[in-house]
């Protein structure tokens, strides 16, 4: 990946047009940014963004249920359609792409987010099962080198970047995830589980990729969780930031870690980035981190942009690249 301050979007957007989709997050990124494979949660049930990697899981087999995706002992319809989904997904890529070099990054949902969200198939959140979750882990790990093999092959000159989306994760540290029965929680996963567990997965991958994200829109990101795994780089909603963890977002920052910082809100009506680019100027500066450090990041949208009106997802995208590019100016000043 370049060494200035770029651009991406988290994976999510809206519409069913996948060939649309596809071709504009490469016109909008594939020039100097980070473009990517974009989700289209609104085509239904396997393009979420659960089903979307439960489905593909090595050795697992989900269905959907009422209550939500669980594992089962073989997959069921919703399953094939997601694997369809997805098979279409990268039939597209690999004809928008065609002799593209560069960046490219593809999302799957983390192994905690699917942990809390997927049940055991007597019922139950996975996360509640020491031994399911390990499973998952496990799994997950195969389903990402598997996936990113084929996204190589399909694009050759294509430089990876595995995004592992995590919106449950400061709940799963926490204890505050609801049971199934929505009357209790579940306990909490010890921290040092939930770090062996990431470092599994990011090793196993790591000689497929240039680079790994845990992404987390949700407030209370873990910080110094994700420093202990030295391959990730943080993808977060900078407007959630506290302002005590600014300062692990600074020690990650001089540590040489990129973090994608989503600097442009969801909702934003702006026109211009110059309203969200300098209240975060303002508080880079605060913790004491220099302009040339501008160079570790990465401006994304806050989150997804599935629930976007599609001439909003597109300005906020645009928006995203021209930050970068105000950025790239200061640093240049």
């Known amino acids: 990946m370049s060494d200035e301050v770029s651009a991406s979007g988290v994976g999510s957007l809206p519409g ?3 060939r649309g989709a596809t071709q504009s997050v ?35 087999a989900v269905d959907l249920q009422p ?23 990268l039939d597209v890529l690999a004809e928008v792409y ?8 593809v999302q799957l949902c983390g192994p905690w987010t699917l942990a809390a969200t997927l049940e055991l198939p007597r019922g139950g959140r996975v996360a509640g099962d020491p031994g399911a979750t390990r499973d998952i882990v496990q799994s997950l790990a195969d389903t990402a080198v598997e996936l990113l093999t084929s996204v190589q092959r399909l694009v050759p000159g294509a430089s990876l970047v595995q995004q592992w989306d995590e919106p449950a994760l ?7 995830l609801p049971t199934a029965s929505g009357f209790g929680r579940v306990p909490a996963t010890d921290p040092s589980v939930v770090r062996d567990g990431l470092t599994h997965i990011t ?3 790591a000689s497929h990729v240039d680079a790994q994200v845990l992404h987390c829109c949700a407030a209370d990101v873990p910080l110094p969780l994700i420093r202990q795994v030295s391959a990730l780089e943080p993808s977060l909603d900078v407007a959630l930031v506290r302002t005590a963890q600014w300062d692990g977002l ?17 909702n934003s009506t702006a026109r211009h980035p110059r309203d969200h680019v300098e ?19 990465v401006v994304t949208p806050a989150c997804g942009l599935a629930g976007a009106a599609p001439a909003d997802a597109i300005r906020i995208g645009r928006l995203t690249v021209d930050a970068a590019h105000m950025l790239r100016d200061a640093v240049a000043e």
């Open 170 to 176: 400061p709940a799963v540290l926490a204890g505050r």
């Open 67 to 89: 209550s939500g995706w669980r594992l089962t002992d073989g997959s069921g319809r919703d399953a094939s359609r997601a694997r369809s989904f997805l098979r279409e997904d």
């Open 16 to 18: 069913s047009d996948v």
């Open 250 to 266: 600074a020690e990650l920052v001089e540590s040489g870690r990129r973090i994608w910082a989503g600097i442009i809100p969801t």
């Open 98 to 105: 065609d002799g593209y070099t560069g960046p490219l990054k």
């Open 279 to 297: 209240p975060f100027i303002e508080q880079w500066h605060r913790v004491g981190l220099e302009t040339a450090l501008f160079e570790r990041l």
């Open 26 to 60: 490469r016109e909008l990124y594939g020039e100097g940014g980070v473009p990517y494979l974009p989700e289209l949660p609104a085509r239904g049930p396997g393009a979420d963004l659960v089903g979307r990697t439960a489905a593909q899981l090595v050795g697992l």
């Open 203 to 205: 090793e196993v991958v």
